[in-house]
Nanobody, 124 residues
């Protein structure tokens, strides 16, 4: 089965930077999307950024211009470069992989996988 392992979280001062990594193992389809979500205490889990195998990106408005998502296809790894961090960015960050299956050209279903999360804390 697919497993996602995150790394790179930690404590940083406001204005600093962190780089998160997520390595995927198992059966990874050629057509997929990987991304990052986060959940702060008392809040819903929210999308941070996604990147498809076709290199289409999607960012939350709150992180545009500060965060950059990228991936290493050969190593099945996705990264999140976080710059100009703010205390509001404090959350557990989760890596996500979504794979869609088709049977004879007809949509079948999605398979979604999650990492265990890595804590990011930004101090004021």
């Amino acid at each position: 089965q697919v497993q996602l392992v995150e790394s790179g979280g930690g404590l940083v001062q406001a204005g600093g930077s962190l780089r998160l990594s997520c390595a995927a193992t198992g059966t990874i389809f050629s057509e997929n999307a990987m991304g990052w979500y986060r959940q702060a205490p008392g809040k819903q889990r929210e999308l941070v950024a996604t990147l498809t195998s076709g290199l289409s990106t999607n960012y939350a408005d709150s992180v545009k211009g500060r965060f950059t998502i990228s991936r290493d296809v050969a190593q099945n790894t996705v990264y999140l470069q976080m710059n100009s961090l703010k205390p509001e960015d404090t959350a557990v960050y989760y890596c996500n992989l979504n794979q869609r299956t088709y049977l004879r050209g007809t949509y079948d279903r999605d398979f979604t996988y999650w990492g265990q999360g890595t804590q990011v804390t930004v101090s004021s």
